[in-house]
């Protein structure tokens, strides 16, 4: 059974703390993509990889950075956590082109205190 | 600005009635159009999808109809069972090498 597999369920995190999020597919899917949903706002885009080393913005980036060193990897880094980073982080995964059968992980809920 | 609107935002359903989610868009570049479902606890799942030369994919209970002139689509959900009650996702993506974009979503209850 092909998975998105996300290191953590639940997070809690303080305030100002450096945060990794991690995720691992094993699919080999060249894009990896790292969404946050919260109540009302659907799933929005953070980043987003097509490959490795590579990194796109998505539509929120501001505060977050990714790493992508292998292509099974995508790491979803907090700089300096603030209670507004509190929610759920979606990871995802697809085959080039973008857009067929993504599969997502089953989220971290982070809580920043 | 939001490029996929979806209403409603939630949805009760009578078991063995029609549950119907729509969809609009205003980017005549989207070229793909899926559902996603996702129950409690998990992560967004594919339901069905459709491209914008048909009008119409039916997967069993569950129907997408796309209006390509009013740039819309919708799902139904023939028979609605407990078990469709879930979070559902629309989304489009532009041609080319570009994301999915997601609606807000809509949280389905279906009750006996």
């Known amino acids: 059974d092909v998975k998105v597999t996300q290191s953590s369920r639940y997070l809690v995190k303080r305030t100002g703390e450096k945060v990794f999020l991690e995720c691992v597919q094993d699919m080999d899917h060249e894009n990896m993509f790292w969404y946050r949903q919260d109540p009302g706002l659907g799933l929005r885009l953070i980043y987003f990889s097509y490959d490795v080393k590579m990194k796109e913005k998505g539509d929120i980036p501001e505060g977050y950075s990714v790493s992508r060193e292998k292509k099974e990897r995508f790491s979803l880094i907090l700089e300096s956590a603030s209670t507004n980073q509190t929610s759920m982080y979606l990871c995802?995964?697809?085959?080039?082109?973008?857009?067929?059968?993504?599969?997502f992980g089953s989220g971290t809920r982070l809580t920043v205190v | 600005q939001q490029q996929v609107k979806q209403s409603p935002q939630s949805l009760i359903v009578q078991k063995g009635g029609i549950s119907i989610i729509n969809c609009a868009y205003e980017n005549t570049a989207f070229d793909y159009f899926p559902w996603y479902q996702q129950f409690p606890g998990k992560g967004p799942a594919l339901l069905i999808a459709i491209r914008p030369d048909v009008s119409e994919k039916k997967e069993g209970r569950f129907t997408i109809s796309f209006n390509k002139s009013a740039k819309q689509f919708s799902l139904h959900i023939m028979d609605s069972q407990p078990g469709d009650s879930a979070t559902y996702f629309c989304a489009a993506r532009r041609s080319g090498n570009t994301p999915l974009v997601f609606g807000k979503g809509t949280r389905l209850s279906v009750i006996a």
């Open positions: 995802a995964s697809s085959f080039r082109p973008q857009g067929y059968g993504y599969t």
